[in-house]
């Protein structure tokens, strides 16, 4: 289940960039209508959704520490812990979707911007520091929860799985400045 090819480190980096260089333009031209305003195909304002978008990143942490203790123990173990993650999908889909409504209120878009920066640096310097053994490590993964989330992934990939969360959900932002 490992990749057999190394990782392309660099390719990474240009996606978090191009993505920190993104949900910062959005953030210096959306007035406050646009962020107030209803995004495509989900529930939340424009604000609501960077905000969910920024927190695909600040996932990645808690993601990787998963990742590399799962991917020490028996594939069963981090199998069954999947299985029951996906059993908690109703709960998890509701702190996902209320998460972003609090969060604005707290994290003003200036705020958003920062944190997105520290978070980004914090990640990159982790990559950097990541063995291709490491990266090679997974584990399974709850299917429900994310559409880019499959049964196994590897380090390399959870790696690349906020840039093609934050990707998707650009998508369906309606800001007046046209994303």
């Avoid at 028996?74 to 996906?86: M, Y």
């Avoid at 310097?125 to 590897?154: I, K, N, Q």
């Amino acid at each position: 289940m490992a990749n057999a090819y190394p990782m392309d480190r660099q390719a990474v980096y240009d996606d978090y960039e191009r993505a920190r260089q993104t949900f910062h333009r959005l953030l210096e031209t959306a007035s406050e209508a646009d962020l107030a305003r209803p995004t495509c195909g989900t529930r939340w304002t424009n604000e609501q959704l960077l905000w969910h978008m920024l927190f695909g990143y600040m996932l990645l942490r808690p993601l990787l520490v998963l990742g590399r203790l799962f991917g020490r123990l028996p594939r069963g173990v981090g199998r069954t812990f999947a299985r029951l993650l996906n059993a908690a999908t109703v709960p998890f889909d509701f702190v996902n979707y209320v998460g972003p409504v609090g969060a604005v209120k707290i994290f003003g878009p200036r705020r958003m911007a920062a944190t997105f920066d520290r978070v980004i640096a914090s990640l990159l310097r982790r990559l950097a520091a990541e063995s291709e053994a490491g990266l090679a490590r997974g584990m399974h993964y709850p299917v429900r929860w994310d559409p880019f989330f499959r049964d196994f992934m590897t380090l390399a990939d959870i790696y690349r799985y906020p840039t093609q969360h934050f990707d998707f959900h650009y998508r369906q932002l309606t800001l007046a400045n046209g994303r």
